[in-house]
């Protein structure tokens, strides 16, 4: 479908590089998220804001769009993004929750779906990152991520949990590949994290919402700022192209807020 779709583009005379963009886009989405549903394209539309500036952002939304008119889909059209950025952070994880979700996997020895929970939150990598992740990576302590423009940004593993990771590998006797595998031994895919997570959030009755593959790298951004200060800093670990795009983990939760307004607001 995404070949006929770059066949289509080329007919309307568009510009080469405009067509390897848009095309870029509708892989990029359909890598991650596979179904043409308006909450994927949201999940979508809200990954690409945390990651870059506003222009790349309308710039596959765009693509997107285009996407939707070629496939006769209007009404699931996105809506292009504004410089100005939300006042709150929305559909994040509690802390009370990830630690609630990562203690029943561990307490029903559900080890690589708590590895899973625990490398979301404690690397901040995205889930694109994640499944590249080997056992050799938590060998050294770290990932490198070659980036646009020939940059590399290192997502760290932290001491603590390759401590955890190195026990779990040993009893696997697992020495090198991929960290995260599927039932038939071969790399887990960025969907079927998307779904399992989706999963467990019925089992355990915790909102769906909230527990998605980005959420948890929103609370690494969080709990970093909790924990040190240093927004400069948490740019440079999350990637981020602006500091600006940081900045909106320096507000609440809109649950946060709310909690706050009740607790305050007695007059």
């Known amino acids: 479908m995404v070949e006929k779709f770059k066949n289509y583009l080329l007919q309307s005379n568009m510009a080469e590089n405009t067509i390897t963009a848009y095309v870029y886009a509708v892989n990029d989405f359909t890598s991650q998220y ?20 506003p222009k790349t952002v309308n710039l596959r939304i765009q693509a997107l769009n285009k996407y939707l008119d070629y496939l006769h889909k209007p009404q699931l059209h996105l809506k292009s993004v504004k410089v100005q950025q939300r006042t709150y952070l929305e559909n994040v994880i509690s802390n009370e929750d990830y630690t609630f979700l990562k203690n029943k996997l561990k307490k029903e020895n559900n080890q690589e779906w708590y590895f899973v929970v625990r490398f ?7 889930v694109s990152e994640l499944v590249q992740l080997k056992v050799e990576h938590v060998n050294v302590g770290y990932y490198d991520i070659y980036t646009k423009g020939g940059k590399i940004r290192r997502l760290f593993i932290p001491k603590k949990l390759r401590e955890e990771a190195h026990e779990w590998l040993s009893a696997s006797k697992r020495e090198s590949g991929y960290l995260f595998l599927n039932r038939f031994g071969e790399r887990i895919t960025t969907r079927g994290i998307a779904q399992q997570l989706k999963n467990f959030a019925v089992k355990y009755g915790l909102n769906p919402k909230v527990v998605y593959p980005h959420s948890f790298r929103h609370r690494y951004a969080k709990n970093f700022l909790d924990k ?34 009740d607790k305050v607001i007695t007059w």
Not at 34 to 53: D, H, V
Request: cysteine-free.
């Open 120 to 126: 979301l939150a404690a690397t901040g990598a995205r």
């Open 228 to 261: 040190f200060n240093d927004i400069s800093l948490l740019a440079d670990l999350m990637g981020h192209e602006s500091i600006e795009t940081t900045r909106i983990y320096l507000r609440r939760t809109a649950s946060e807020q709310q909690a706050i307004v």
């Open 34 to 53: 596979g179904r043409l549903t308006k909450k994927n394209l949201l999940l979508y539309k809200m990954g690409l804001i945390e990651a870059f500036k």
